[in-house]
T-cell receptor
Framework: DSGVTQTPKHLITATGQRVTLRCSPR?????VYWYQQSLDQGLQFLIQ???????AKGNILERFSAQQFPDLHSELNLSSLELGDSALYFC?????????????FGPGTRLTVT | AQSVTQLDSHVSVSEGTPVLLRCNYS??????LFWYVQHPNKGLQLLLK??????LVKGINGFEAEFKKSETSFHLTKPSAHMSDAAEYFC???????????FGQGTELSVKP
C-alpha cells in the first residue's frame, strides 16, 4: 500500500458525460501528478500540482482539467467524454515536485466510456 | 527532450534463470532514472532509482540496474527469476526539476516454471 488513495476504482459512463476522479496524496506530500495509461498511448503524464498551484502540464486535453485543494487532495475532471478516453488514470504524490523525490502511485481509476 | 526506449516488448525466462530487461535513455543532462513494476490489475511500484550517486543501483526483490553513461543504458537485472516476478516493467526518466515522469513502452516479463 503506497498511501495514495484514489476513488472510485472503476467508473463506467457514456460518451458526452463528465466525471470527476479523486486522489488523496500520502500524508506530508505536497505534489500530486496525474497520469493516463491506455493501450495505444502507454503511460503519459497529464498534469502536476504543487501545494495547490499548477506546476507542469503534459499531454492533457482541453476537455480535461484538474485542481489541488487546500487539504492537498486533487481532482481530475474529464468532460465531453469520448470512447478514446477509456483508460486507467493514476495519481501519484511526492514530498516535493522535483526529480530528487520518488513518486508513489495510487491503485488507479479505471474509466470505461461506452 | 528526455526519452527512454525499452528494447524488448516481451521477455520470457524460466524460473531460476537470470533476468535482463534492456533500456536506453536520451537526456540532455544528467538524468534521474527509475524502474517501476506493474503487476496485473495493480498500481505501479518503484523498484529502484538512479540519481547520480553510485552507478550500480540495488532495488527491492533482488533487482538491480547499472547506469552506463557511455552506452546511455540503464538495464535491469536479477540473478534468479521467481514466478512472482511476472509483471510489466517500465523504464522511466524524470523530466528535470519538475519531476514529471516519462515512461518507456514497457516490457512484459513472463516466468515459466
Amino acid at each position: 500500500d503506497s498511501g495514495v488513495t484514489q476513488t472510485p476504482k472503476h467508473l463506467i459512463t457514456a460518451t458526452g458525460q463528465r466525471v470527476t476522479l479523486r486522489c488523496s496524496p500520502r500524508s506530508g506530500d505536497l505534489s500530486v501528478y496525474w497520469y493516463q495509461q491506455s493501450l495505444d498511448q502507454g503511460l503519459q503524464f497529464l498534469i502536476q500540482y504543487y501545494n495547490g498551484e499548477e506546476r507542469a502540464k503534459g499531454n492533457i486535453l482541453e476537455r480535461f482539467s484538474a485542481q489541488q485543494f487546500p487539504d492537498l487532495h486533487s481532482e481530475l475532471n474529464l468532460s465531453s467524454l469520448e470512447l478514446g478516453d477509456s483508460a486507467l488514470y493514476f495519481c501519484a504524490s511526492s514530498v516535493e515536485g522535483t526529480a530528487a523525490y520518488e513518486q508513489y502511485f495510487g491503485p488507479g481509476t479505471r474509466l470505461t466510456v461506452t | 527532450a528526455q526519452s527512454v526506449t525499452q528494447l524488448d516488448s516481451h521477455v520470457s525466462v524460466s524460473e531460476g534463470t537470470p533476468v535482463l530487461l534492456r533500456c536506453n535513455y536520451s537526456s540532455s543532462y544528467s538524468p534521474s532514472l527509475f524502474w517501476y513494476v506493474q503487476h496485473p490489475n495493480k498500481g505501479l511500484q518503484l523498484l529502484l532509482k538512479y540519481t547520480s550517486a553510485a552507478t550500480l543501483v540495488k532495488g527491492i526483490n533482488g533487482f538491480e540496474a547499472e547506469f552506463k553513461k557511455s552506452e546511455t543504458s540503464f538495464h535491469l537485472t536479477k540473478p534468479s527469476a521467481h514466478m512472482s516476478d511476472a509483471a510489466e516493467y517500465f523504464c522511466v526518466v524524470s523530466d528535470g526539476w519538475g519531476g514529471k515522469l516519462i515512461f518507456g513502452q514497457g516490457t512484459e516479463l513472463s516466468v515459466k516454471p
